[in-house]
């Protein structure tokens, strides 16, 4: 069966997902997403429970479409991060909202998501799959920068992002975004690469 070539979401959109070690204004565009949704602490176990659920639907989605004939690479796992009553930027990372998200290909539609439900169950694989949903998200302009270390020395970048934002007399909005660059199971804290993204107005 004939394939086309693999689709690189983040090559496709680089310029959404170049970060350096100093803020800068980034233009995103409308994209699609698998998303699950959560609260507590990131990286608990719900946590940790949802990410196997998202990347299990994540996969076999992808294989399927694959077979179709419209390959793509999975994008890494993304998560935005909120709290009632919280400023810009900041949450309580032991009693806060997340949903966690990853970008697929614009002809990803809801019964595609449907049928990996059925494919899934089908195949006897455990999980709350149904949670799974497909969401569009428009940040549009954004403070973006990337943050080299633990998740939870986040606050000095954050700080910088922050600042930027102010200089430029931009006003952050929405939720804190976070994109993992680094797989935490198997890069030290000290070298894990997430790209940090407040969305400004």
């Known amino acids: 069966m004939p394939t086309a070539e693999k689709i690189d979401l983040y090559k496709l959109h680089k310029t959404e997902y170049a970060a350096a070690k100093k803020p800068a204004l980034v233009k995103t565009r409308p994209a699609h997403y698998l998303t699950i949704s959560g609260r507590g602490t990131p990286g608990g176990t719900e946590f940790q429970e949802n990410v196997g659920t998202l990347y ?41 909202e997340w949903l966690l998200i990853i970008r697929v290909p614009d002809f990803i539609k809801e019964k595609d998501l449907q049928q990996t439900f059925a494919q899934l169950r089908a195949k006897g694989k455990d999980g709350d799959f149904e949670n799974v949903k497909l969401e569009s998200l428009d940040e549009g302009s954004c403070v973006q920068m990337l943050h080299v270390g633990p ?51």
């Open 56 to 96: 299990s639907v994540a996969f076999t989605l992808k294989m399927a479409q694959k077979f179709a004939g419209k390959d793509y690479k999975v994008c890494n796992l993304e998560g935005l991060y909120w709290g009632s009553g919280k400023e810009a930027g900041s949450f309580d990372p032991k009693d806060c």
């Open 151 to 201: 998740y939870n020395q986040e606050n000095r970048t954050i700080d910088q992002m922050l600042a930027f934002a102010e200089e430029k007399g931009l006003t952050c909005r929405g939720k804190h975004h976070e994109i993992y660059l680094s797989d935490p199971r198997r890069v030290p804290p000290e070298r894990l690469r997430t790209i940090l993204r407040l969305p400004v107005g």
